[in-house]
Every structure is written in C-alpha cells, then in structure tokens.
C-alpha cells in the first residue's frame, strides 16, 4: 500500500504540472508574445511531436543501461529545469515583448523577438527532453510493481485470467489518475494564467514537478527495481544482420533445428520465452547455425547468430507496426484541441453568471471529465454487461476497445465541424465576419459535446492501445512498447503540422482555411477534411486487425522441452486470448 502510494502521489503531481503547463500555450503564444495563429499551432504540434519523439531515447537508456526508475528521475529533472525557463521568460518583461495597445491601435502588435522566441524554445526544448525520461518508463515502471507484487502473493496459484484481469484494471486505474490530476490542472491552473498572471500560472506547475521529484525519491526504498536486460535495439539489429549475413542459407522445415539457448535468453525471457512462428520466416536464417558462428568456448557471435527468441522479438515488434501505425492519425485528429478549438472558444459568449468568465482552454476539463466517467462506468457497468454477450472475463478485447475509440474519433472531429459552422454563421448573421476581435453571440458550450465526445473516444482508444503495446510487446522491450505509444503521438502531431501547413498553402488566395481572422477562416472545411482522413484510418485499422497474429509464448513450468504452436491464432478467432 506504502509503494502504491508513493508511486501514486508521484505520477499525480507530475500530470498536474505537465498538463498545467501545456494547456494553454497557445493563448501564451498568440496573446503575450503575438505570434500569429497558425505559426503557433504549428510551434505546439512541433514541441508536442518532439515531447512524444523523445521517449524512443529514454526507452533505450531504460531498458539497455539505466533502468526505469533512473532514467524517470533524469527526465523529471531535465523537465524541471525547462519549466524554471518558461517561468523565467513569463515574469521578466525584458523577455517578452510590450503588450498590445488596448484597445488596439492602427500599427500591429510587436512580436516576440528572436532571442526571446529562442530563450523560450529553448525552454520547451528541455521540457520536451525531459518527457523522455519520465513517458516510457512511468506504466512499465507501475506495472512492475504490480506485477511482482502480484506474483509473490499468489505464488502457489497464478491464474493467467486474474493477471489478464489486473493488468487492464491497472492500465484503467493509471489513465483514470492521469485524468483527474489534468482536471485539476486545467481548472485552477488555466485560471490563474488567465486572471491572476502568467508568472503564476507557470510557476505553480513547475512547483508540482519539483514535489513529484520529491515524492518519488522518497518511495525508493519501496520500489520493485527491474534489472536492465541489455538494449533491445541492439538486439533487433543483431538478427537483421544475421539474417542479411545468410539471406542465401535454406530455412529448415523444422523449426527444432533452429538454434535456442535457454541460459542466454534466461535474463530477457523470465515470463517464458517466445515460440517460433511461420510468419516473416526471412529472419529465421538469423538462427540458423553455421561454421564459424559459435566460440571454441561455446558462445554465439550474436551478430552472426540469434536464438530464436531473439528473433521472435523482432517478429512480435514487426507484426504491431500496422496495428500501432493506426495511433499516429487518432493523433493528428485531435492536435486541434489545444489550438483552433482554443481560438474558437475565445471569440464566443464565455461568461458564467454576470462576474466570471470561463477561460478558453479550461474547455478541455470537459474532455477530461468525460475520460474519467467514461473509465469509471467501464469497469462497473460496461465490461459486465459485455462479459455477458462475449463471455471473456475483460467484456472486450483490446483490439476492439481500440477499434470502438477510433469510430467514436469521428464522430469527434465531425461534431467539431458543425459546430464551427453554427459559430462563423452566427458571426455572419451579425456582421462580425470582419472583428475577430469580436464576441460572436454563441455560447461557448456549443464547443462541451465535441470535447465530452473526444474524451469518450480517448478512454476507449488510448487505454486499448497501450495496453495492446505492453502486451504483445516482448517482456525486455516494455519501455520501448511505451515509447512506442508516445512515438504514434510524435509522429501525429508532426503531421498535424504538416497537414496544417499544407492546407494554408493550397487554399491561399481562395478562400483560405485557415487565418488569423477565423470568422473568415473555413476551419470547418479543414476539420471535415479530418473526418475524412479519420474515417480511412478506421477502415485501416480493422484490416490491419483482421490479419494480425498475437505473440504466442512457451509457459516455463508446462515445457520441458522446446514447444511449437500448431496453428497461429488470428484475431477472427484468437483475440479472446486477451
């Protein structure tokens, strides 16, 4: 309970500052330092891209050298130091250049200067460094725990199902504690930014950093601290080696004459090692052994000979790749949220009673919110009511929790259009086309049904697809199936930025999209063009699922000796195995 605890404590204070901090860059971007709107979208969806690139580095020195509890610590503080920069450039006026005249005069507002911009994305350059130390290694590093925690009080008697059965609680458990430290974060946090002041409001999430560093050095001697089992990168390009090396050899039929050493893989392999499968059968000439392969002593080169675990590593990782790839658009769908929903939402009717006005990116609580009902009521309600219907003990299979996020994904980036189209014609119905500056008489709820939309989509997609990479994932490589998850992220966003870009270039000069003046914009056509692309996405993801073959795995105390699959189970009939 003590570990528990820490481990918790930790993780909430460090969501509450990453979230806190994030949430409201774009106002920061377009209104203190008056850069324009799309050049600052295109700033966050790059930071956000490098921030989900850098986990592949952290994931390599967690998993080759350094460890998971380690490599957090290094990042939380290379994070720190990036957040004490943002503070500093938010409180000293030299850093920032003169606010707008109020209201505006006929000179445009001055922009930030380039060692201003430089001195800032230096800042959010550590900040993104920084997540990659803390993005890979936090679920692993939680699920270690559980897990070995797990297994010596069920010694005697390990039931795969209750594993099954403790390891999606967890992944729930771990998105649903993320949530709700967010929510704070964008409640009081945003709010501060907004009505109290920027210093403020970026120094007290770098103060919850700086208690979750605390925190989590506190709860090391708590802490369950897997071994490093050597760098599964090196491992991945030693097979493709071996394999190019004897791209000539023949494949023998049987798999038994394919070389396998137990004490070898004994470190990477304590959950059992993986069997041979008959699929991408060219890197089976990896484990083919020839002259010269193995030591007068007895030891493989193992650029020049992999067991076949090894080799099944890089099959496992190979076959999610379609699979995974299906993350990357759910990403560039939703990189919207924290810029053009963001700006919308600061040009309508944002008032609560006569005295308060709800901050723009506070909209995002909404998402969040609906993340954590939908977490809450999936356990209690909807896995017992799917375990009736499909009689698997999870109620579905994390192949179809992904497959139901990316439908609800849709509908998501579709509600966004047409509510977009109700609030520019409402700026037209009153001659607001040509004052951006200007409230259009729209309440900013109309934005809450796209968000609640988004955050149900989320609970179901991004739980199922971690879940999906720690899963099927080699057991060595962990952190790295978590980087992956962060790494679908990177990619998505850099092609929000692409695709944002692109979009501005095509429809300049005929009716541009988008524009800093958004009543003129079309960010409606751009968000339906979304839909569109989601909606192919979707239908990319259930072929990929359709043909996707789940990692099959020797059970330790039931094979004495080497066993092999009879047939591969495909996910027509096979996903219940999750």
Same mark, same amino acid.
């Given at each position: 309970?003590?570990?528990?605890?820490?481990?918790?404590?930790?993780?909430?204070?460090?969501? !509450?500052?990453?979230?806190? !901090?994030?949430?409201?860059?774009?106002?920061?971007?377009?209104?203190?330092?008056?850069?324009?709107?799309?050049?600052?979208?295109?700033?966050?969806?790059? !930071?956000?891209?490098?921030?989900?690139?850098?986990?592949?580095l952290?994931?390599?020195?967690?998993?080759?050298?350094?460890?998971? !509890?380690?490599?957090?610590?290094?990042?939380?503080?290379?994070?720190?130091?990036?957040?004490?920069?943002?503070?500093?450039?938010?409180?000293?006026?030299?850093?920032?250049?003169?606010?707008?005249?109020?209201?505006?005069?006929?000179?445009?507002?001055?922009?930030?200067?380039?060692?201003?911009?430089?001195?800032?994305?230096?800042?959010?350059?550590?900040?993104?460094?920084?997540?990659?130390?803390?993005?890979?290694?936090?679920?692993?590093?939680?699920?270690?725990?559980f897990?070995?925690?797990?297994?010596?009080?069920?010694?005697?008697?390990?039931?795969?199902?209750?594993?099954?059965?403790?390891?999606?609680?967890?992944? #729930?458990?771990?998105?649903?504690?993320?949530?709700?430290?967010?929510?704070?974060?964008?409640?009081?946090?945003?709010?501060?930014?907004?009505?109290?002041?920027?210093?403020?409001?970026?120094?007290?999430?770098?103060?919850?950093?700086?208690?979750?560093?605390?925190?989590?050095?506190?709860?090391?001697?708590?802490?369950?601290l897997?071994?490093?089992?050597?760098?599964?990168?090196?491992?991945?390009?030693?097979?493709?080696?071996?394999?190019?090396?004897k791209?000539?050899?023949?494949?023998?039929?049987?798999?038994?004459?394919?070389?396998?050493?137990?004490?070898?893989?004994?470190?990477?392999?304590t959950?059992?090692r993986?069997?041979?499968?008959?699929?991408?059968?060219?890197?089976d /000439?990896?484990?083919?052994?020839?002259?010269?392969?193995?030591?007068?002593s007895?030891?493989?080169?193992?650029?020049?000979?992999?067991?076949?675990?090894?080799?099944?590593?890089?099959?496992?990782?190979?076959?999610?790749?379609?699979?995974?790839?299906?993350?990357?658009?759910?990403?560039?769908?939703?990189?919207?949220?924290?810029?053009?929903?963001?700006?919308?939402?600061?040009?309508?009717d944002?008032?609560?009673?006569?005295?308060?006005?709800?901050?723009?990116?506070?909209?995002?609580?909404?998402?969040?919110?609906?993340?954590?009902?939908?977490?809450?009521?999936?356990?209690?309600?909807?896995?017992?009511?799917?375990?009736r219907?499909?009689?698997?003990?999870?109620?579905?299979?994390?192949?179809?929790?992904?497959?139901?996020?990316?439908?609800?994904?849709?509908?998501?980036?579709?509600?966004?259009?047409?509510?977009?189209?109700?609030?520019?014609?409402?700026?037209?119905?009153?001659?607001?086309?040509?004052?951006p500056?200007a409230?259009?008489?729209?309440?900013?709820?109309?934005?809450?049904?796209?968000?609640?939309?988004?955050?149900?989509?989320?609970?179901?997609?991004?739980?199922?697809?971690?879940?999906?990479?720690?899963?099927?994932?080699?057991?060595?490589?962990?952190?790295?199936?978590?980087?992956?998850?962060?790494?679908?992220?990177?990619?998505?966003?850099?092609?929000?930025?692409?695709l944002?870009?692109?979009?501005?270039?095509?429809? /300049?000069g005929?009716?541009?999209?988008?524009?800093? #003046?958004?009543?003129?914009?079309?960010?409606?056509?751009?968000?339906?063009?979304?839909?569109?692309i989601?909606?192919?996405?979707?239908?990319?993801?259930?072929?990929?699922?359709?043909?996707y073959?789940?990692?099959?795995?020797?059970?330790?105390?039931?094979?004495?000796?080497?066993?092999?699959?009879?047939?591969?189970?495909?996910?027509?009939?096979?996903?219940?195995?999750?």
């Open positions: 309970m003590a570990l528990s605890t820490a481990f918790a404590a930790s993780e909430v204070c460090d969501r !509450f500052a990453t979230a806190g !901090f994030g949430a409201n860059l774009i106002t920061y971007l377009t209104q203190q330092l008056h850069l324009p709107l799309v050049e600052a979208s295109n700033t966050l969806t790059n !930071f956000s891209g490098t921030s989900s690139l850098t986990p592949i952290g994931a390599f020195a967690a998993d080759a050298f350094a460890g998971r !509890f380690w490599t957090i610590i290094a990042g939380s503080v290379v994070y720190q130091l990036g957040m004490v920069g943002v503070v500093v450039s938010a409180v000293l006026p030299s850093l920032r250049p003169p606010p707008c005249d109020d209201p505006p005069a006929a000179t445009p507002c001055q922009r930030a200067s380039g060692w201003q911009l430089a001195l800032l994305y230096l800042s959010l350059l550590l900040t993104s460094l920084g997540s990659g130390g803390i993005r890979p290694c936090v679920v692993a590093f939680g699920a270690d725990q897990e070995r925690l797990d297994s010596a009080e069920e010694e005697e008697k390990a039931k795969a199902k209750a594993e099954a059965e403790r390891k999606r609680r967890y992944f #729930n458990l771990y998105f649903f504690t993320m949530g709700l430290a967010a929510l704070l974060a964008l409640t009081v946090v945003v709010y501060i930014q907004e009505n109290v002041g920027w210093g403020w409001g970026f120094g007290i999430p770098a103060v919850g950093m700086f208690m979750s560093i605390v925190v989590f050095l506190v709860g090391y001697p708590l802490y369950v897997v071994k490093p089992g050597g760098s599964p990168f090196t491992r991945l390009a030693q097979v493709v080696a071996a394999a190019f090396k791209r000539n050899a023949a494949v023998p039929e049987d798999p038994r004459m394919l070389y396998q050493d137990k004490e070898l893989d004994a470190l990477i392999s959950n059992g993986l069997l041979h499968t008959n699929q991408l059968t060219f890197f /000439r990896a484990a083919i052994v020839t002259a010269g392969d193995i030591s007068p007895g030891q493989p080169d193992p650029w020049r000979l992999s067991t076949v675990h090894r080799v099944e590593e890089l099959k496992s990782i190979v076959r999610m790749l379609p699979i995974w790839s299906a993350g990357i658009m759910l990403a560039t769908a939703s990189s919207h949220n924290y810029t053009f929903t963001i700006m919308q939402a600061r040009t309508m944002r008032h609560m009673g006569p005295h308060f006005q709800l901050p723009p990116a506070t909209l995002s609580i909404f998402s969040n919110a609906a993340m954590l009902v939908t977490l809450a009521l999936y356990d209690r309600v909807f896995v017992p009511l799917a375990r219907v499909t009689g698997l003990p999870s109620g579905i299979t994390y192949f179809q929790r992904m497959g139901i996020g990316l439908a609800i994904s849709v509908l998501s980036v579709a509600t966004a259009a047409l509510v977009e189209t109700k609030r520019r014609d409402a700026a037209a119905r009153h001659g607001l086309l040509d004052s500056a409230v259009v008489p729209l309440s900013v709820f109309w934005l809450v049904p796209q968000f609640a939309v988004h955050g149900v989509g989320d609970a179901f997609s991004s739980v199922g697809h971690m879940e999906f990479l720690y899963d099927q994932a080699p057991e060595s490589m962990r952190s790295s199936a978590a980087a992956l998850f962060w790494l679908a992220a990177s990619i998505g966003n850099y092609m929000g930025t692409v944002v870009t692109a979009v501005q270039r095509a429809t /300049r005929r009716g541009e999209w988008l524009q800093d #003046n958004i009543n003129r914009g079309r960010i409606d056509n751009y968000y339906w063009l979304v839909t569109c989601t909606l192919l996405n979707l239908g990319y993801y259930l072929v990929c699922f359709y043909f073959t789940m990692k099959p795995l020797e059970v330790a105390d039931d094979c004495d000796k080497d066993c092999e699959l009879s047939s591969l189970q495909k996910n027509g009939s096979g996903a219940a195995l999750v």
